[in-house]
């Protein structure tokens, strides 16, 4: 049907999912006429395209956590409208290696020059992409289109109101006022919210280091996002304590390191040294786990091929809703996917490294897989028969810890740090190795199935696919830290550049459990583990409050953290306009013992999202897209992913420019 009247919407935040919005918008826009118009609004005080986080002028050093060949701003489904314009990323760097943009400046053609389909590009280069998609769909704008920008920061979202009417939440289409910074004011018949990273507000912890750093002298860095940080405030030759070993690590790292002149250099075995260029603090890591996530494997496509999931498969989780179960995530989704894990580690184990069982790998691998079996055991014993068939026929030295390995200092105390600096230096060179085997390594090859099944997952539990309380307690309790840890990890070469830094004597660690704190009398932050140093290990060294290892003491403390992603402590004037005056309101669910929780996305309606207002109605008109629906879906940050040449395509791969899709034909049939 066609539109019959002319339609204004506008997208606040400009970034990958408002981008995504407006090609959707001009895909599927089909005017009724000649006099039917559609004028799309977008607000954000960061460039349309790359928005805030991946400015193309940003340092090089930061990298993107997927290859080039793996993100998309524009969809591939032949279900949806065909693209106006845009490509993936991967053709688009093909395209620019042949044909380079005259704009593209000589950083982003020297990068280009040498980037490969499974290299890591640059963020900032992701977003001159993103950058160069907006410009090529606003160069192919469809008749009685136009797109405004407005570089201001949105302030507000009410309803018209009518006269004499004051605004109501959820109460049917009317027209909406956004308010902008410096008292603009625009009237549209919709809005998306596509905000994207939001700052937030410290917890009380993390205010009362920044009181203390204020008080004595010190300098405390908040978590940030890692391009908004001006490093050369830490100084050099000082001991700087780093919390948190994710991502963002390796983002500080570089910039206290690489990019402070520092130079990685391989040495004739292959093995990585670091030349300093004296500029560098003593950079001081910790974390709960005490090592980086583990490094990704090398491969040829996003998934290994080497694994296909046979158990935790898109029908197996598509059956407990045709039978009417909403399953939970510990009891009926958990044991498939733990099932997958331990059968991609003994097979990769026995192709690779046949020497390990005592009996013939074929023989092996039959009993193996009767008793993993759905049906073979009670929910109870499935895993005492898997125990019993391992420990019966492989060496005790091969045999999975799967919950270990994301915890490899699980259970070991240090004597001294530089006990405890050789145990990392060893696991990160050891993790590396692993993934240069890549579908050879039965190690990297179990994390390949939690990949797969993490793909798999994000589908099953979406719009309230499991039960809140295994969504609060095993989801987002356990399983998110555990696979993310293992699963979204580095590159390689950052673990090995990382190894070198130690070697080099500009990397220590603090060890596993850090506990932080302040001395006030010699004016330093402070951090101490209970398993590393005279007492480690000793009585009561794990519980709170119990012995407490050799200190090490900092002027620096820097929170290698992302601001938190949850609503109720974003630091955004809409946001918080919205929630006080009750056009959205936080999801909360109900852990096992009954207790409500407010978890860390808006409650939403689907499809498309729309969200709650206070009173429980719809508040039309308004949508929601990417970060914000973090209690509706799980894993909302990564981008949409292209069709890949081989290996499977999930569904949940371009579930966000489905979503901005629907959001779009709803807009445009108002």
């Known amino acids: 049907m066609g539109i019959t009247q002319s339609i204004r919407t506008a997208l606040i935040g400009a970034g990958p999912r408002g981008t995504s919005v407006l090609e959707r918008l001009l895909a599927n826009w089909v005017p009724s006429g000649p006099d039917a118009r559609l004028h799309v609004d977008i607000v954000d005080p960061y460039p349309a395209g790359p928005g805030h986080v991946w400015q193309p002028g940003q340092s090089r050093l930061y990298l993107m956590n997927t290859q080039s060949f793996y993100p998309t701003i524009v969809p591939e489904d032949p279900e949806l409208a065909p693209p106006l314009a845009g490509d993936t990323f991967d053709r688009w760097r093909e395209q620019q290696q042949r044909h380079p943009h005259p704009a593209l400046t000589a950083e982003e053609r020297a990068e280009l020059a040498r980037l490969g389909s499974a290299d890591f590009p640059s963020r900032a280069l992701y977003g001159r992409y993103l950058r160069w998609t907006v410009e090529q769909l606003l160069s192919r704008l469809p008749a009685g289109v136009s797109v405004e920008f407005h570089e201001s920061t949105a302030l507000s979202v009410r309803h018209t109101a009518a006269a004499g009417t004051a605004p109501a939440a959820g109460i049917g289409r009317r027209t909406f006022d956004v308010g902008l910074e410096g008292g603009a004011a625009l009237t549209v018949d919709s809005v998306v919210l596509a905000m994207g990273h939001l700052e937030s507000r410290l917890n009380p912890e993390q205010r009362e280091l920044k009181a203390a750093a204020e008080e004595l002298g010190l300098l405390y860095l908040p978590p940030a996002a890692p391009a908004d940080v001006d490093w050369s405030r830490v100084p050099a030759a000082q001991p700087a304590l780093v919390r948190g070993m994710g991502l963002n690590f390796f983002d500080v790292m570089g910039q206290l390191t690489e990019g402070r002149g520092g130079t990685f250099q391989a040495g004739e075995n292959g093995a990585l040294s670091y030349r300093p260029s004296g500029r560098e603090p003593l950079i001081i890591a910790a974390s709960r786990r005490g090592t980086p996530y583990r490094a990704k494997a090398a491969l040829a496509g996003y998934y290994p091929s080497a694994v296909t999931l046979r158990y935790c498969t898109e029908s197996a989780l598509t059956r407990f809703a045709e039978a009417g179960i909403k399953p939970a995530f510990d009891h009926d989704l958990w044991p498939l996917l733990h099932r997958d894990a331990i059968w991609a580690y003994y097979s990769t184990l026995t192709r690779s490294q046949p020497g390990a069982l005592l009996i013939d790998p074929a023989e092996f691998l039959r009993a193996l897989e009767e008793s993993l079996r759905p049906h073979a055991h009670s929910a109870a014993k499935w895993e005492d028969a898997v125990d019993s068939v391992i420990a019966a026929h492989v060496r005790p030295a091969h045999r999975l810890e799967l919950l270990g390995l994301a915890a490899p200092l699980a259970g070991r105390s240090f004597g001294s740090r530089e006990e405890l600096d050789a145990a990392v230096v060893q696991y990160l060179l050891d993790d590396a190795r692993r993934s240069a085997l890549g579908e050879d390594d039965p190690v990297k090859m179990?994390?390949?199935?939690?990949?797969?099944?993490?793909?798999?997952?994000?589908?099953?539990?979406?719009?309230?696919?499991?039960?809140?309380?295994?969504?609060?307690?095993?989801?987002?309790?356990?399983?998110?830290?555990?696979?993310?840890?293992?699963?979204?990890?580095?590159?390689?070469?950052?673990?090995?550049?990382?190894?070198?830094?130690?070697?080099?004597?500009?990397?220590?660690?603090v060890g596993p459990d850090p506990k932080f704190g302040v001395d006030r009398t010699a004016g330093a932050f402070t951090a101490s583990s209970p398993w590393v140093g005279s007492r480690a290990g000793g009585?009561?060294?794990?519980?709170a409050g119990g012995a407490q290892g050799e200190a090490v003491s900092a002027g620096v403390l820097i929170e290698a953290l992302a601001p938190a992603n949850r609503v109720a402590v974003n630091e955004s004037a809409l946001l918080e306009q919205l929630l006080g005056e009750g056009l959205v309101r936080p999801r909360l669910m109900m852990t096992v013992e009954g207790v409500p929780v407010q978890t860390s996305g808006l409650d939403v309606a689907p499809h498309p999202y729309r969200p709650l207002a206070s009173n429980g109605s719809v508040t039309e008109g308004l949508y929601v897209l990417g970060l914000q629906l973090s209690a509706a879906q799980w894993g909302t940050a990564i981008a949409a992913e292209a069709r890949q040449k081989t290996g499977p395509a999930y569904r949940s791969g371009q579930r966000t420019l489905h979503d901005a899709d629907e959001i779009a034909r709803d807009i445009l049939r108002a």
């Open 446 to 509: 179990t994390i390949g199935a939690l990949h797969h099944g993490r793909a798999v997952l994000k589908t099953a539990v979406a719009d309230g696919g499991i039960t809140d309380e295994s969504w609060v307690a095993g989801l987002r309790g356990w399983f998110e830290s555990f696979v993310e840890g293992l699963a979204s990890g580095p590159p390689a070469l950052r673990a090995e550049q990382l190894a070198a830094l130690a070697r080099a004597g500009v990397v220590r660690f």
């Open 539 to 543: 009585s009561g060294g794990t519980g």
